[in-house]
């Protein structure tokens, strides 16, 4: 059974970081494609990042380009998401996301088996 836990979010102001890791059970994320997404009330869940299995193709949504850092550590068997200079539409619940690897898109919420729980960052201005 796989399982995958957030953990980082929390309350943060407008300009500051926060440091999002997700923890997986059951399936290697050095064999996995991984992603994180997001959610506001009322909204489809958006997404943010994926990192490939072999950590060569990272993609990010245009509005965190340069902003949002995704990375894993296999040693570890989790994946993370570095968010600098965050801003109040940042807001969300930020849910990890992971699949076997493939060639098939990565930027779909239906692309992805396996979710967490979420976890929400909240940026006030």
């Known amino acids: 059974q796989v399982q995958l836990v957030e953990s980082g979010g929390g309350v943060v102001q407008a300009g500051g970081s926060l440091r999002l890791s997700c923890a997986a059970a059951?399936?290697?994320?050095?064999?996995?494609?991984m992603a994180w997404f997001r959610q506001t009330p009322g909204k489809q869940r958006e997404f943010v990042a994926s990192i490939g299995w072999n950590s060569i193709l990272t993609d990010y949504t245009d509005s965190v380009k340069g902003r949002f850092t995704i990375s894993r550590t296999n040693t570890r068997n989790a994946v993370y998401l570095q968010m600098n200079s965050l801003k109040p539409e940042d807001t969300a619940i930020y849910y990890c996301?992971?699949?076997?690897?493939?060639?098939?898109?990565?930027?779909?919420?239906?692309?992805?088996?396996?979710w967490g729980q979420g976890t929400q960052v909240t940026v006030s201005s």
């Open positions: 059951g399936l290697a994320v050095s064999t996995a494609d």
């Open positions: 996301a992971g699949r076997a690897r493939n060639i098939t898109s990565r930027f779909r919420e239906r692309d992805y088996a396996y």
